[in-house]
Every structure is written in C-alpha cells, then in structure tokens.
T-cell receptor, first 114, second 112 residues
Framework: DAGVIQSPRHEVTEMGQEVTLRCKPISGHNSLFWYRQTMMRGLELLIYFNNNVPIDDSGMPEDRFSAKMPNASFSTLKIQPSEPRDSAVYFC????????????FGSGTRLTVV | DAKTTQPNSMESNEEEPVHLPCNHSTISGTDYIHWYRQLPSQGPEYVIHGLTSNVNNRMASLAIAEDRKSSTLILHRATLRDAAVYYCILSAGGTSYGKLTFGQGTILTVHP
C-alpha cells in the first residue's frame, strides 16, 4: 500500500490565486481528514469526511476554503483566493472505521503564498 | 472536547526507557486515549491507543491509570529515531476513530 498520497508536495503561489490541494486516501478507509499545521497554531483539524460525506467543517477558517470528496479515492482542498496567512503545511489523513491502526497521514503539502 | 496536558519537552538518553506522561482529568467514560508522534518534516504517525486496559504494540506501551485521569506512553529503549513531538489525544464521540484534536505535544530529545 502506497499510503496516503498528497499532491503537490510543495506549492508556491501569489496572493489572490486559487490553490487546489489533492489527497488520495488508503483504499478501504472510510474517513478522511484535512489538517493544517503552522508554528503558531500547531495542527488544526479543518474538516473531515465519513463515507465521502462532510461531517464536521467547523475548523474551516473562512469561506475562501472549501473541500470536496467526490468519491472514496479522492479529495480536494481548495483556497480561493489565497492569502499569505494561508501559508502552512496541509496534511491529509485517512482512517478505517474500526480505528484499529489509527489515522495514516500523508507527507503533507507545504503551501507558500507570497 | 476533553483536554490533555503534557510537558512541553523531555530528554532521554539513547537505549534508556522513556516515560511520557499525559493528564486528562476531564476524560469521559467513552473517550479513547490516542498517542501520535511527528518526526521532523513528516506527518504525524500513529503510535498506540487504548480505552481502559494497558496496551502494548511493537512501538510502545500505553499505561492507563485506574481512574483514567492520566496515562503514560512508554518507549522501552529510546533510539535517536524516536526524537519527535509526541501527542496525547482523546477521541471525540466515544469511538476509537473519528475526530482527533491535537494539542501542543511533548518534544522528546534523545541524546546519544
């Protein structure tokens, strides 16, 4: 198993541009989570899905952020328009419903908005 | 969500046991206790979780106090590769899966 796959690994964009981060969860995992990590705020849960349905998006900072999971093998996190304060590492994680082995995190996408 | 309290940092020597404490005095009867770690420049990694009984796996042991208000992650023989931030987390919703809210964690330094 290749694990949770995130792309791109690094993204540098100009303020005001649209940014799309992608995630492929582990096959068979029912839950998918998007986290953001900064030095100031640590790891923050943005949104999570169960069986492709958004369950809790209370961590999404504002309307500029949106996430979708059109099928069990793909999710996107979109920022439009991007701002310098969105610069962070964004992690995607997936988990089977049994929770036996916990979450598996991807390697993250380091986003820099200039 | 119930909160956890961990020391900001701890130090250990290589090949010695490490006991990482976590206080969770407001834990509910159905909250699971999870431990994750994050190595430098990597995503968090699952270590272990439990509900009431002590748990062992290939990475570590989890000792849970009888009143469940505290727990200890035990690394039996620390290696340099164990240097990481260790997070103690309580799961919401009374399940072993679902939403996990990370705190600041404990930075573990391992000396050769």
């Amino acid at each position: 198993d290749a694990g949770v796959i995130q792309s791109p690994r690094h993204e540098v964009t100009e303020m005001g541009q649209e940014v799309t981060l992608r995630c492929k969860p582990i096959s068979g995992h029912n839950s998918l989570f998007w986290y953001r990590q900064t030095m100031m705020r640590g790891l923050e849960l943005l949104i999570y899905f169960n069986n492709n349905v958004p369950i809790d998006d209370s961590g999404m900072p504002e309307d500029r952020f949106s996430a979708k999971m059109p099928n069990a093998s793909f999710s996107t996190l979109k920022i439009q328009p991007s701002e310098p304060r969105d610069s962070a590492v964004y992690f995607c994680a997936s988990s089977p419903r049994t929770g036996v082995n916990g979450y598996t995190f991807g390697s993250g996408t380091r986003l820099t908005v200039v | 969500d119930a909160k956890t309290t961990q020391p900001n940092s701890m130090e250990s020597n290589e090949e010695e046991p490490v006991h990482l404490p976590c206080n969770h005095s407001t834990i509910s009867g159905t909250d699971y206790i999870h431990w994750y770690r994050q190595l430098p420049s990597q995503g968090p990694e699952y270590v272990i979780h439990g509900l009431t009984s002590n748990v062992n796996n290939r990475m570590a042991s989890l000792a849970i106090a009888e009143d469940r208000k505290s727990s200890t992650l035990i690394l039996h023989r620390a290696t340099l590769r164990d240097a990481a931030v260790y997070y103690c987390i309580l799961s919401a919703g009374g399940t072993s899966y679902g939403k996990l809210t990370f705190g600041q964690g404990t930075i573990l330094t391992v000396h050769p």
